[in-house]
Structures are given as structure tokens and as C-alpha cells.
């Protein structure tokens, strides 16, 4: 999937309500002390504490390079210094920014999964957005069991043994953008909403849903050969998805 890279230098228009941006980083391109170093600087004090328990340096890379990207991208969109954006958590941990008067209302949400960090923004509108990278899930049936809906598993086991564990983590992706969207977590459950995969993505509530299914829209892109990324909006018409990819921009220069 070819993306246009960005360089953050200044401000740069904010999506429009019907609008999503996407940004995409390639974290291990980014291994460089100095790139790292200067992330690191626009991260705040409990970001950073968070940062310092990853035990590996792989994992503390991710994370650093996605949180660099969260703050550099949500201040050149509000034309103010990363380090004075500030977020709170709901109870189910799903962060949103805190605004200050006059800002406009920007929603994102981040994922990461080793070697690519993902963020969605929109006007408003909720978000949510999970990327995976290819891995072989060991128990296959078993997950299934737990989290897929009677249709999600009957058309997992139709397919050839090879393709299954790929199109397991397709749903799976589409399934933690709508919580992570709704931003209740896994206390949504799993199997009782579903998707068939296809040109056209629609979430199927089972019985019981408060949900409206029209109300959602879905996509799904495979940003390189061993990821794949799912996109869940509530915005009713279709909105237009923009896909950049990111990379650490120290103010007046390249990191
Ligand atoms: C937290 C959760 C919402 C997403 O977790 P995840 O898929 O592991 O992680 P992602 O990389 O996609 O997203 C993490 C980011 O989502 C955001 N987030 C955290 N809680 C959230 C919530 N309730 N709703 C929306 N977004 C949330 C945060 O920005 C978080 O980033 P941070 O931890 O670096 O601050 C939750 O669904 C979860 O724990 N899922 C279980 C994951 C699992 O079992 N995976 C097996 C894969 S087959």
C-alpha cells in the first residue's frame, strides 16, 4: 500500500467532519539514538515512566516512535508545541485529548504491533483503529471459540488450512477497531458482533445490541506483505480515509 511520508514541520490542516487521517510509522526504521533520543523528548513524564518498564528494547522502541508520532502529529494539526498536549483516559483506558478552549474536536486513537505504530484522527467522529502483524496463533479453534460469531467461524473453516490463521487476525483487527472505537475494551464481547470480509465490510450485531450497524463504516488495508490494519467510524456516509506515513521531525529540521 503506497502511503505519501510527511515530515511535520509546521501546521497542517486538521481532517474535515467526514474526514480520517491515517498515519502510519515503520518503528524500526526509526532505531537511530538521535531519532530515539529526540523522541523521547516529546513524550511526558508518565509516557516516559511507561516507556522505562518495557523490558525489550524492541518493545520500548514501539512504543517510544508511536507516542512520538501521537503527540507530533495531533500538535501540528492544533498548531501548538507536542509537549502541551495533554490526555485523559476513560475507564476503560481509551485516552482522548484533552481540549482547550477554541481547539477544535479531535478524536484518534493509536495501535501498534511490532514494526508498525498506526493513528487514526478524526473531526469528532469515533475512531478506532488496530493493526496486527502476521503470526502463527497456535490454537486456532480454540480463539475462535471465544471470539468469533457462528458465521465468522463457519466461513474460517471453509478456507484452506493455510489461509485460516490470516483471515483469523483479518476479523480479529476489525473486531478491536469497533471496541476500541466504542472504547469499552473487552468488555464488549467479542462474539457477539461479526464481520464478512469483502469489498464492502459490515459489522452484524447478535441479538441484543444497542448498537446500530448502519451507523459504521470499515476499512481494512494491508500496509506491508505481514500487516494488516482495520479502520471502525461511526459516520454514517462513507467518510474519505487519507493514508500518510510519519517519520520524527525535529522542529527546524530532521531528527
Ligand atoms: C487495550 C485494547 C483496547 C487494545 O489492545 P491491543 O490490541 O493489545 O493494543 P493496540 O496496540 O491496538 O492499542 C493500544 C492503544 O490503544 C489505546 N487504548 C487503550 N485502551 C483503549 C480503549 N479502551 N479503547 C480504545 N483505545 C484504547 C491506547 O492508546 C493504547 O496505546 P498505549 O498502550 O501505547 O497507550 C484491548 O482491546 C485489549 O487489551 N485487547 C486484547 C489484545 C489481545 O488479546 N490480543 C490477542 C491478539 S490475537
Sequence with gaps: MAAAVSAITERIPPP????????????????ATEILDYCRTLLAQDELEKWR??????????????????????AAYLAIAPERLQFVANRYGRPELVREPGMPDLRFNLSHAPGLAALVVTR?????????????LGDLAAMAGQ????????????????????AFLKLWTLKEAYIKAVGK???????????A?????????????ADAAGEWQFAQRFPGPDHVLALALRSGDGPTCVYREWA???RGGSA
Design 16 to 31: 474535515a467532519h467526514g474526514e480520517a487521517h491515517v498515519w502510519l510509522a515503520w518503528t524500526e526504521r526509526f532505531a
Design 53 to 74: 518498564r518495557f523490558h525489550f528494547e524492541r518493545d520500548r522502541q514501539l512504543y517510544l516512535v508511536a507516542h512520538a508520532m501521537v503527540r507530533q502529529v495531533l
Design 124 to 136: 469528532s467522529a469515533d475512531c478506532g483503529i488496530d493493526v496486527e502483524a502476521r503470526r502463527e
Design 147 to 166: 471470539v468469533l460469531t457462528a458465521a465468522e467461524r463457519d466461513y474460517l473453516w471453509r478456507l484452506p488450512d493455510t489461509e485460516r490463521n490470516w
Design 185 to 195: 475494551g473487552l468488555s464488549l464481547a467479542l462474539h457477539e458482533f461479526g464481520f
Design 197 to 209: 470480509l469483502g469489498a464492502d465490510i459490515s459489522i452484524r450485531f447478535q441479538t441484543g445490541s
Design 248 to 250: 520524527p521531525q525535529r
